[in-house]
């Protein structure tokens, strides 16, 4: 994956008064894809089709999780920290953010502003000794 910063941290001049709007109450929406195709009591799994043009309003990531790409293209995010960053994905790209928690997260949206359909998997982990290794 490569990633540009089209915006910098704590610069919010880039977005418009309706995302900075619905930021605000992105803590509430814990869904972190489209799609949840298995629940258990150790984890989530999660699909995401993204059409081009689509767009994954904000939703907060604070449980340990890692996502895999399994379409190449190109999207955009809309971050907490007021940063925005657009990223190319290749099929098999993969990130693990294993150290999130209630303190420790990130909030952010995902726009496919590419041609090409975005698929990803996402994994949430949900027990609290994951979370401590």
């Known amino acids: 994956m490569k990633k540009t910063i089209i915006n910098p941290v704590n610069n919010w001049s880039y ?5 900075k709007n619905e930021l605000k ?5 814990h869904n972190v894809g489209e799609v949840l195709v298995f629940d258990n009591d150790k984890f989530k ?3 995401i089709h993204l ?3 689509d767009r994954l309003p904000f939703h907060i990531h604070e ?3 890692f996502w895999t790409a399994l379409s190449e293209g190109k999207a955009r995010s809309f971050c907490n920290d007021g940063s925005v960053i657009e990223s190319k994905y290749e ?7 294993p150290d999130l928690n209630s303190k420790h997260f990130f909030i952010h949206d995902l726009e496919n502003i590419g041609k090409t359909v975005l ?3 996402t994994i949430e982990f ?8």
């Open 63 to 65: 449980i340990p999780y």
């Open 45 to 47: 799994v999660w699909t």
């Open 126 to 133: 949900k027990k609290d000794d994951v979370r401590q290794k």
């Open 15 to 19: 977005w418009s008064e309706s995302f």
């Open 119 to 121: 698929i990803f998997n």
């Open 51 to 53: 059409q081009p043009g």
């Open 25 to 29: 109450n992105a803590h509430l929406n």
């Open 91 to 97: 099929v098999g790209d993969t990130k693990n953010y």
